[in-house]
């Protein structure tokens, strides 16, 4: 006997947008704050204060410039003079907007110096610009994406068991516009090849919106079949062949350079393309009754197209295309660039997604158990009791750069309950073996990566329904929820284990609760 069903669905043609736009005055704000407080802003490439935190500034000392070219060029039409007010927090102030943190840390009080430093006026009036200080790049991504499909799914008896199966197929096709903000030095700045804007009066960047547009098109086909071996155990196979699309913050064209060190830049792809991914998964399941449940499953995911961080080493120089120059650069940055040798002698790391050409095979193996202890505490009069264990091995092979960072090589979770008569608790943890998370040549050394630690947690999660225990008609139910009760930390390292790069301890959390119907 056999049966087959036939479906055809047709998805709406879907039409989504995004814009990213950046709003930054950290410039201005840092100028008040720890830079001498000058009674004008004149944005790069114009020369900025220092930030030392300076209370009394003579205009024109070493570090404080007073713009001779105030009143003409960019800022024509503006009088001076240039004075400073001295900064709003001066150095000798600092320890008074210190206070300690929850960990133990020194930490800002944030209410104390936001108020000092005038903090909510430069956050309203933030002009736009093509980032914020994180660096983020602003822009508009539209897709318009359409999709059909044709399924089939059917039973046909082998024996004296069903074969289930469900075959089907899925066209897509993807419209893609991407527009940014890349920024270009002004030619005004430079009238000849010999001479310069005085400080002050330069121009900043020209800012033009770039516009690419991509289209991919692609036949997406899946199969499952399920055979039941008696009533209890099933055999299940599957192959599908699935798409990722890109990153959109990844494709937006532009630059952005906001780190601190001046070390790193991060320039969008609006190339970047989808990758692809044939996936295969074998399992058995057996269920022992009731919620009882053993299971073993195979998979192998085979990707072709996967996107990379991509490193190279620049000199500071390459990033002038994109308008970024030494005078454009804050205080901070200018400081870090001449600490490695100056502008002329500086290098960066410049990232970017990246498509690779090679193939990234990820082998995994899966394993479950689903166990109610009924059966062995009866006898005792106890009933309720039961846990839920699963570990997931995985392992990566490449024949080139193709590597999927932050995948743990072996995890698992354990769950001990006890669910009887309106009481609930559990016990869980969680262990995810540590890996490597980033592509090597961080931090401007080629053979270096990141990893992070091994990392367990543990959890206690409770309830008791008072209208069961107690038989209370309407009463509440109380909860108690503990989480990292062992206080575990994360930590990843930069290539040797001794060489922390971050910590992060989240502390125990207790969180207590009522709930109730009215």
Not at 9 to 32: T, Y
Not at 58 to 77: D, F, L, M, R
Request: with cysteine; glycine share 12%; hydrophobic share 35%.
């Amino acid at each position: 006997m056999h049966e087959i069903e036939h479906h055809v669905e047709q998805l709406a043609v879907k039409d989504v947008s995004r814009r990213i736009r950046g709003f930054d005055n950290s410039q201005a704000w840092q100028n008040a704050v720890c830079g001498g407080n000058p009674n004008v802003f004149v944005p790069g490439p114009n020369s900025q204060p220092i930030c030392v935190g300076a209370e009394s500034v003579v205009p024109g000392s070493t570090g404080y410039p007073n713009y001779p070219g105030y009143g003409t060029g960019y800022t024509a039409g503006q009088t001076g003079p240039v004075t400073y007010g001295g900064s709003l927090v001066p150095v000798g102030q600092l320890p008074n907007f210190l206070m300690p943190g929850r960990a133990g840390f020194v930490t800002v009080d944030w209410d104390k110096f936001r108020k000092a430093s005038n903090y909510d006026t430069f956050h309203d009036n933030a002009p736009e610009s093509g980032g914020s200080n994180t660096g983020a790049s602003g822009g508009l991504i539209r897709e318009k994406s359409f999709a059909t499909y044709l399924t089939a799914s059917g039973k046909q008896q082998i024996g004296d068991n069903d074969l289930r199966f469900n075959v089907g197929v899925r066209y897509v096709k993807t419209d893609q516009t991407i527009e940014g903000r890349v920024s270009l030095a002004d030619p005004r700045n430079t009238p000849t090849a010999s001479t310069t804007l005085p400080d002050g009066a330069r121009y900043p960047s020209i800012v033009t919106i770039v516009r690419t547009s991509n289209s991919y098109e692609k036949w997406l086909p899946a199969a499952t079949v399920a055979y039941d071996l008696g009533d209890l155990a099933v055999i299940r196979a599957a192959y599908s062949k699935t798409m990722t699309r890109p990153d959109p913050a990844a494709q937006l064209p532009g630059v952005g350079f906001g780190d601190p060190s001046a070390a790193t830049a991060t320039i969008g792809n609006p190339a970047l393309k989808p990758y692809f991914s044939n996936n295969l998964d074998l399992g058995v399941e057996l269920y022992t009754g009731k919620e009882g449940l053993v299971s073993f499953s195979a998979f192998r995911k085979s990707l072709t197209g996967f996107t990379n961080n991509q490193i190279t080493t620049q000199p500071f120089s390459f990033l002038a295309q994109y308008g970024i120059n030494y005078d454009s650069l804050n205080p901070t940055q200018q400081q870090a660039i001449n600490l490695r040798g100056g502008p002329a002698a500086a290098t960066i790391q410049v990232q970017s997604q990246v498509n690779v050409p090679n193939k990234l095979t990820v082998n995994g193996l899966e394993f479950q158990w689903v166990q109610p202890l009924d059966f062995l505490t009866d006898r005792f009069g106890v009933r309720g009791f039961g846990f839920n264990a699963n570990a997931t091995l995985v392992d990566q092979r490449s024949d080139g750069p193709a590597t999927a960072f932050g995948v743990a090589p072996f995890t698992y979770n354990v769950i001990g309950y006890y669910e009887n008569g309106g009481v609930n608790l559990r016990v869980s943890t969680t262990f995810r073996e540590g890996s490597q998370s980033s592509g090597a040549n961080q931090n401007g050394i080629p053979a270096a990566a990141l990893y992070s630690d091994d990392y367990q947690q543990w959890d206690f999660s409770s309830s008791l329904d008072l209208e069961k225990v107690f038989g209370w008609k309407g009463a509440p139910q109380l909860t108690l929820d503990i989480q990292n009760f062992t206080n575990s930390t994360l930590r990843s390292y930069f290539q040797f284990e001794g060489a922390t790069f971050t910590q992060y301890k989240p502390g125990v959390q207790y969180l207590v609760g009522v709930r109730g119907t009215f």
